[in-house]
């Protein structure tokens, strides 16, 4: 297992020469602040891999840190933290109907 820092090229394996260019996704799309709530969309938007490029053969690739992993697996736990109670509130309702 390599360590978190070290990034490497995944077309010509250089690991000294490479350029970090920041997030793919450097503007955030308004448009997902009304679909999904703000803490929300700051969690999708730290699991968003980070772009780096290679000066040794000029490729241009993404990867997630590890914390970007975490970040989206905990996406994912709130997703299903919000499904649970939107069934749950379905479920209630049925009940109370
Ligand atoms: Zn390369």
Do not use: W
Not at 31 to 37: A, D, E, P, T, Y
Request: with cysteine.
């Amino acid at each position: 297992m390599k360590s978190k820092r070290s990034v490497r090229c995944p077309s010509c394996g250089e690991e000294a020469d490479i350029t970090c260019l920041g997030k793919r996704y450097g503007v955030y799309p308004s448009g997902c602040f009304l679909i999904l709530s703000l803490p929300l969309s700051m969690v999708h938007r730290l699991s968003s891999p980070i772009e780096f490029r290679c000066r040794n053969c000029d490729r241009v690739f993404g990867k997630r840190t590890g914390f970007g992993i975490f970040g989206l697996v905990l996406l994912c736990l709130i997703l299903a933290f919000a499904l649970v109670q939107g069934l749950l509130l379905l479920f209630l309702l049925i009940l109370g109907a």
